[in-house]
């Protein structure tokens, strides 16, 4: 299985570099809609260090108690996600 996933990372990767022009990274993607509004979202599942875990949740009990929405790990990494995809050069 292993392999799979590394010879498509290839294919993907060899793809791009073809390409005359790199594409534009743009996300023009509420990273965190409305319950309800959800439907195309995927489910993924990452592996962080503890620590990082933790700082995470902090910062939601931060928000939560500023009386912020998007306090869970889900929200704060879909925010940090769509803000690096954002400000990423090509």
Do not use: Y
């Amino acid at each position: 299985m292993k392999k799979a996933r590394i010879s498509q990372l290839a294919v993907d990767l060899h793809r791009v570099e073809a390409q005359a022009t790199p594409p534009q990274v743009t996300l023009d993607i509420d990273a965190n809609p409305e319950r309800g509004e959800r439907g195309d979202f995927l489910k993924l599942t990452i592996t962080m260090p503890a620590a990082m875990l933790t700082a995470l949740r902090t910062v939601g009990i931060q928000r939560r108690a500023r009386g912020q929405k998007n306090t869970t790990a889900s929200e704060l990494i879909r925010e940090a996600v769509s803000n690096l995809i954002s400000t990423e050069k090509p």
